[in-house]
T-cell receptor
Framework: QKEVEQNSGPLSVPEGAIASLNCTYS??????FFWYRQYSGKSPELIMF????GDKEDGRFTAQLNKASQYVSLLIRDSQPSDSATYLC??????????FGTGTRLLVSP | GAVVSQHPSWVICKSGTSVKIECRSL??????MFWYRQFPKQSLMLMAT?????????EQGVEKDKFLINHASLTLSTLTVTSAHPEDSSFYIC?????????????????FGPGTRLTVL
């Protein structure tokens, strides 16, 4: 079982819709969780992180964490074509390193 | 977030030559930096953890004699690909680590540089 799992996609949504990206992790000791966005040919950019159960909102982005289910998600409201990218979920288990998923490719069509 | 630069942004070299990539933390002192490699359509692969003033810690399967890492200051880490071959062609990305705040939860954020695209002919 991979440590951090994501559906590779692509996830296709129309402009203005809500995109829901999901991630599961295997280490119950994981302490903080990160979502990165990576455009093709570019390096990852941190969108947001979450460490407490529940929701955390930042603009059009909402991260949701459920530690009991070992599940973290990212919701993107009012999706825009510029949101089309690969979204990487990363998990920190308490050491300095992050464990990355393979990413979900999101396509937002005009 | 943190501002991280990398130089060069791209490099083309002949097989057998060595290439040095610089990673700079521009707005805070980074005790720890990380080096990743990413092949096309694949996820990030951690190569090594670079610690200021000490030897780097390499991930399993990464040759420490081929990928030399030096973290001589709190703002600069370098990765040297020695005797590069075509299979070393990849996107090399560094990140700087920002750790837990005093009394807070374990954040361990990483902020990435823009990456260096290496092509070995």
């Amino acid at each position: 079982q991979k440590e951090v799992e994501q559906n590779s996609g692509p996830l296709s949504v129309p402009e203005g819709a809500i995109a829901s990206l999901n991630c599961t992790y295997s280490d119950r000791g994981s302490q903080s969780f990160f979502w990165y966005r990576q455009y093709s040919g570019k390096s990852p950019e941190l969108i947001m992180f979450i460490y407490s159960n529940g929701d955390k909102e930042d603009g059009r982005f909402t991260a949701q964490l459920n530690k009991a289910s070992q599940y973290v998600s990212l919701l993107i409201r009012d999706s825009q074509p510029s949101d089309s990218a690969t979204y990487l979920c990363a998990v920190n288990t308490g050491f300095q390193k992050l464990v990355f998923g393979t990413g979900t490719r999101l396509l937002v069509s005009p | 977030g943190a501002v991280v630069s990398q130089h060069p942004s791209w490099v083309i070299c002949k097989s057998g030559t060595s290439v040095k990539i610089e990673c700079r933390s521009l707005d805070f002192q980074a005790t720890t930096m990380f080096w990743y490699r990413q092949f096309p359509k694949q996820s990030l692969m951690l190569m090594a953890t670079s610690n200021e003033g000490s030897k780097a810690t390499y991930e399993q399967g990464v040759e420490k004699d081929k990928f030399l890492i030096n973290h001589a200051s709190l703002t600069l880490s370098t990765l040297t690909v020695t005797s590069a071959h075509p299979e070393d062609s990849s996107f090399y990305i560094c990140s700087v680590h920002r750790g837990r705040l005093a009394g807070g939860p374990s954040y361990n954020e990483q902020f990435f540089g823009p990456g260096t695209r290496l092509t070995v002919l």
